[in-house]
């Protein structure tokens, strides 16, 4: 897009044609970001990029003037200051507007921002930031990372700007082919984006230039079966047969690459790429295809296309036939540059094996970016085709692959790559998933569990399983050692009973994910954001192990293990302001603060917003993804105002919306479904949490209109409430709606006490304090004098409270 029609900007006087020049391009696109274009030739390049597909946007309001040294572009965002030159650090800048360090907030063409090695800081393990302050986006690939990996930089920076450098990107062409740039030498394509602290803005932004995320199919949100492993159909099937009597719920059937022939003639080569079915493993694959179909599974296959088809194959011969050579034994090369080999590759290869039944394909590309024609990268060229194809050919598009850069949330799901079994990478997967907000990248699938390496650790593994119900992409996975597997009743109790449980959640909050999945496609909010888009304070910079998971709620996974006093293990979290009650435990933080909070091996801190709503599937209903409007329970965070609309999809593909509705103050809980959804439902339930439940008649004053109490229980610091409706428009009335408490301090404490792994005179002391003294016994425990050297191995004393065991009830007492 030229910007060279006065008409389309707010200058002074007419100083329009100063946007181009015979060398440079200047294009502001929105109020927040501007195009940098540098061409020694002069030709500026027009076609859409990978990631820049839509440049054609409404005129931002933008004062174009010149000045002593050049010109001088302004927005309400940025200050833009150019000398018309080759771009240079002293000639061209721009400069964050509106609560920005002046001085740190100024963009500059080619300023070195990286830190001597002697200056270099680290924070807990991270390595060192370059002074942009660039938060991050996204990675090709955890592959063989043990721990933190550098991120690609996102749209989203500390100092209020970030670039895109899209000089060497790929194009598309007239028939939507991706081709080379074929850029001159020295040619710059730059996309600065000057946000301040306005995160959620650069991201909508962002999604303006590249376009939207796709809608996900449903069935991608729940739970996916994945193992590298030499499955036959039998034990398949038997497998699935396990899960469903352990009541555990699936999705996704996920086939690793032992589906087709891999121990093959060395005279062809490896057996890593391959497209016939093992006949030994599966003698029909239709029919097991089919069979998973009918247990509403989706079906998808690993491939690794590098090595092109070979004359084994059963696809061959029609292979070469269609690209219009003799099958004479000699291999067809994988060959993203040959349009031949591409149609062939979808139309033959691809579309014959998805006839038996295969649903999507995980492309498992390994081999770097390279191709016959310089700067044609075969990843992104798989990854814009099969999404491509999958969306002709499917009611909604889904592929499974690598991400390759700025534009990659076109084709979802990502696949993170093959992660090592240790804390220090789980505890880097929710820094990551949260950073590829920044970049637009919000449907990451890690291999929850690990992968490879590692050793068996029963509390890591179930730790990981949490954060992965809590992670855009359920996909438990393993390698192919015997021992490996993530099957939960592999695991010892408790861990077993938490996994068990946590994988049935899953499905049960398909409803809130596909609502999720809904804003992500239509608000450009990814499901995983990190907590800074909330809350701009400098420790929302340091607290990344935290996020955002969807409209309501904040989630801190446990990275590390437990305590071995306390015996459990914590997460450090930063609250934004407001009241969070944990959907688990019904305690209540007010927001604004930093706390540590501990969990047993059953939970993670799960925390709902005031005035939020969680839907979940009602207990005893079906769990298949299927299901698509089942009875709720409808988790409800008193303590104030708020509301929540609940996106669902009919089976034709549209979608309805039902409106949750907290009226703190009046003590009102409204629900308003869609023209005769109401009663269809038959009976809601809510669960109340967060409310002074303290009073023997809590709930008493109960009152319903537009359908009838059935029933009304308390425990654990909740409400839960039975109703039917009779009209598309409830509302329940209470005082209690109007109040805010805890759940009983002295149950609270008592659980801690008798798992912590302290002498029983202490915890006498410290239960009867709590008795006598509430919240006020805290002072009195820290008075006691924590051992000085926490639990040093064989050292700490049982009849003083250490460090740990302290912080524990601080978050109870506190």
């Known amino acids: ?52 597909i839509r440049r054609d946007l409404p005129a931002p309001d933008v004062r174009v003037e010149a000045t002593d040294t050049g010109l001088r572009v302004v927005t309400g965002h940025y200050v833009l200051d150019y000398d018309r030159g080759p771009f240079s650090a002293n000639g061209l800048s721009v400069a964050v507007r509106g609560g920005i360090s002046n001085y740190h907030s100024v963009w500059r ?21 370059s002074l942009d302050g660039n938060l991050g986006g996204a990675a090709r690939t955890l592959d063989c990372a043990d721990g933190v990996i550098p991120l690609e930089p996102g749209v989203n920076s500390e100092l209020g700007y970030a670039v895109i450098d899209d000089s060497g990107s790929m194009v598309f062409d007239a028939d939507g082919h991706l ?7 020295g040619s710059l394509d730059l996309y600065v984006f000057a946000a301040g602290h306005d995160h959620v803005d650069a991201v909508e932004d962002f999604f303006a230039i590249s376009g939207p995320q796709p809608l996900l199919p449903r069935y991608a949100l729940g739970n996916w079966w994945s193992r590298y492993h030499r499955y036959s159909d039998t034990e398949y099937l038997r497998l699935m047969d396990r899960f469903d009597a352990e009541k555990v719920p699936l999705s996704v059937a996920v086939v690793d690459m032992d589906w087709h022939l891999t121990d093959i003639d060395p005279k062809y080569g490896a057996g890593w790429t391959g497209y016939t079915w093992n006949r030994e493993l599966f003698d029909d694959p239709e029919a097991f295809q089919a069979e998973l179909h009918r247990r509403g599974l989706k079906v998808t296959l690993n491939v690794h296309p590098a090595d092109g088809v070979r004359a084994f194959e059963d696809a061959y011969e ?23 080999f591409m149609d062939a590759y979808f139309n033959v290869l691809h579309r014959g094996l998805e006839d038996l039944g295969t649903d999507f394909w995980w492309i498992d590309w390994q081999s770097g970016p390279y191709s016959k024609r310089d700067g044609m990268d075969p990843l992104w060229v798989l990854n814009h085709e099969h999404f491509t194809d999958s969306d002709a050919h499917t009611d909604r598009g889904l592929t499974f692959s690598r991400y390759a850069g700025p534009g990659s949330h076109r084709y979802p799901v990502g696949f993170s790559g093959d992660a090592i079994i240790t804390w220090e990478s789980l505890a880097f997967q929710p820094r990551m998933t949260a950073a590829g907000a920044n970049i637009g990248y919000g449907w990451w699938s890690h291999d929850i569990g690990g992968h490879m390496g590692g050793f068996k650790d029963d509390e890591l593994e179930t730790r990981w399983v949490e954060f992965g119900v809590f992670s855009p992409i359920m996909r438990l996975h393993s390698s192919n050692s015997r021992f490996s597997g993530k099957e939960p009743w592999k695991v010892a109790e408790p861990g077993r009973s938490a996994i068990v449980e946590h994988l049935r959640l899953r499905h049960r909050m398909l409803p809130y ?54 015996r459990r293990a914590s997460a450090d979290v930063l609250l934004p302001e407001g009241r969070w009650t ?10 604004g603060r930093a706390i540590r909070m501990y969990r047993g091996i059953s939970s993670i801190p799960v925390l709902l917003r005031a005035g939020g709503f969680l839907p979940l599937v009602a207990e005893g209903e079906s769990l298949d993804v299927r299901n698509l409007f089942p009875a709720l329970d409808v988790q409800v965070a008193g303590g104030a105002s708020g509301s929540f609309d609940l996106d669902e999809e009919r089976q034709d593909g549209s979608w309805v919306r039902t409106r949750f509705a907290l009226d703190a103050e009046a003590g009102e809980l409204r629900v308003d479904a869609p023209e005769g959804m109401g009663a269809r439902r038959g009976e809601w339930r809510f669960t109340l949490l967060g409310l002074d439940l303290g009073a023997p008649d809590a709930g008493a004053d109960l009152q319903v209109e537009g359908g009838e109490l059935l029933g009304v229980r308390t425990g654990r610091g909740r409400l839960l409430l039975r109703v039917r409706a009779d009209q598309d428009s409830l509302v329940i009335r209470s005082g209690l709606l109007t109040t805010a408490g805890q759940p009983d301090l002295t149950d609270e404490v008592e659980e801690l006490l008798h798992g912590a792994r302290i002498g029983f ?16 016994a805290l002072a009195s425990v820290i008075a006691q004098g924590a051992h000085p050297t926490g639990h040093a191995a064989e050292t700490y004393e049982y009849d003083r409270p250490t460090a740990e065991l302290v912080e524990a009830l601080t978050e109870l007492l506190g």
Not at 179 to 185: C, K, M, S, T, Y
Not at 761 to 776: C, N, P, Q, T, Y
């Open 109 to 129: 063409y080619g300023q070195d921002l990286s830190l001597p090695a002697d200056r270099q800081v680290r924070y807990e393990g991270r390595p060192a930031r």
């Open 1 to 52: 897009m030229r910007h060279t029609d006065a008409s389309q900007h707010s200058v002074t006087h007419d100083h329009s044609a100063l946007l181009q020049g015979e060398h440079y391009r200047i294009t502001p696109l929105t109020e927040r970001v501007v195009r940098l274009e540098w061409s020694p030739s002069g030709r500026f390049e027009d076609r859409p990029t990978t990631f820049a």
């Open 318 to 340: 029609p292979m070469c036939r269609a690209m219009g050579r003799e099958p004479n034994g000699d291999p067809i090369d994988f060959d993203v540059t040959d349009r031949a």
């Open 179 to 185: 081709a080379p740039r074929d850029a001159e030498p």
């Open 513 to 566: 994910l596909n609502s999720m999945n809904l804003r992500a496609h239509r608000d450009g909010r990814s499901i995983v954001e990190p907590v800074y888009f909330e809350t701009h304070s400098f420790d929302a910079y340091r607290y990344l192990d935290e996020y955002l998971f969807g409209s309501q709620l904040l989630v801190a996974p446990i990275i590390r293990p437990a305590d071995p006093v306390v």
């Open 582 to 591: 944990d959907v688990v435990t019904g305690h209540s933080y007010q927001g």
């Open 761 to 776: 005179g202490l915890k006498d002391r410290i239960f009867g304090l709590v008795e006598s003294h509430g919240a006020g």
